[in-house]
Structure formats: C-alpha cells, structure tokens
C-alpha cells in the first residue's frame, strides 16, 4: 500500500491543467497534484480551459466529464489528442467505455484516491 510520502514530488516538472465547475473538487484537484510536485493550474469551465491552452502549454488536462455548458466531452474533441486528458466522472453514465471512446485517455471516478491520480498523470505525461 502507498504511504502519503510516496506521492511527494512523483510529479516535478509536469505541468496539469484541471478542469471541474465545483470549486472544492477543483480545490482538492489542486492541492493533491502539488502535493504531487506538478505546476497546477485549474480552471472551472471548457471555454476557459480552452483559453488557458491557446496561451500556455501543459502535459496533462485532468477534466470533470460532466458540467453546465460545454463539457469535457467537448473539450476532448477541440484538443484532438494533443494533450492527454484524464476523465473524472461522477456519474453511472459517464463510464469508461463511454469517456474512453469519447477520447479520454484515461477514466477515474471521483472521488479520486490521490495516489492513483499522480501515478496515473506522470504515466500520461511521460509517454512519448
């Protein structure tokens, strides 16, 4: 089993960009990946997401799948995998399967277990 200081630093030197409309989840998001070591930025909204990436390049999007307005389906498909984009997924609709095939390149359901999502965004940002 992973103790908390394995996640310490597994992160440094990638850069993520989450996307969740719920400002404690987008929080929590946050605080996990730089515990991790990563530069963070976080974003409510795919338009805003969207805006971040025309100006500043990241490794990894971790993105709720679901939200009001334009969503993380719709932001997958604008980035065309570019960028790796990890599903975070709340409801029994948003399956992986569903996200997967959608163009997710990986799926979590929420809550998310802090060690699986660092290991799980170091491994998308260090494939070629």
Not at 6 to 28: S, Y
Not at 40 to 59: K, S
Request: net charge negative; with cysteine; proline share 7%.
């Amino acid at each position: 089993m992973a103790r908390e200081s394995d996640i310490l630093k597994i992160l440094v030197g990638v850069h993520v960009l989450v996307v969740d409309h719920d400002p404690e989840a987008r929080a929590l998001l946050e605080a996990v990946l730089t515990y991790g070591g990563a530069f963070v930025a976080a974003v409510a909204t795919a338009e805003e997401a969207l805006d971040f990436l025309r100006r500043t390049p990241v490794d990894v999007i971790v993105a709720a799948v679901l939200s009001p307005g334009k969503n993380g389906y719709w932001l997958v498909q604008q980035i065309d995998g570019r960028i790796p984009v990890v599903a975070l997924a709340a409801g029994p609709d948003e399956g992986p399967d569903r996200t997967l095939g959608s163009g997710f390149q990986a799926h979590m359901r929420k809550p998310v277990d802090p060690w699986e999502l660092c290991r799980l965004v170091v491994g998308l940002a260090r494939k070629p």
